[in-house]
């Protein structure tokens, strides 16, 4: 945890000028070290980037090849066994190994 809380309008401004220049890289970076701060918003990034990425179609444009994809998966493995307070969004990929983790009750 850091001993000091970021200005926002000062956040807000990079963000623009990054967003504005195409910065990629840059931002890239910020989100790294963002995300090492906070796994539960790296994870929800993850899932969310898993799930464009294996969508039927490539409707978000992303044509990962699969061994792209099965680098994420093995990634994402990797993040669960550190951590799986985050694994239900991830049904896809452990839902048959973990299955009562995922069984819902009908009322």
């Known amino acids: 945890m850091s001993y000091y809380e970021a200005n926002k309008d000062v956040c807000q401004k990079v963000a623009e000028e990054?967003?504005?220049?195409?910065?990629v890289d840059l931002i890239a970076y910020y989100l790294s070290i963002a995300f090492e701060e906070d796994q539960?918003?790296?994870?929800?990034?993850?899932?969310?980037?898993?799930?464009?990425?294996?969508?039927?179609?490539?409707?978000?444009?992303?044509?990962?090849?699969?061994?792209?994809?099965?680098?994420?998966?093995?990634?994402?493995?990797?993040?669960?066994?550190?951590?799986?307070?985050?694994?239900?969004?991830f049904e896809s990929i452990f839902g048959e190994e973990r299955p009562e983790i995922f069984e819902r009750e009908m009322y």
């Open 40 to 89: 539960h918003t790296y994870m929800n990034d993850l899932a969310w980037v898993y799930d464009r990425a294996t969508s039927k179609t490539d409707y978000y444009g992303y044509g990962w090849s699969d061994e792209k994809i099965q680098y994420l998966e093995k990634h994402i493995r990797e993040m669960i066994e550190i951590d799986d307070s985050d694994i239900l969004q």
């Open 18 to 23: 990054l967003v504005k220049n195409k910065k």
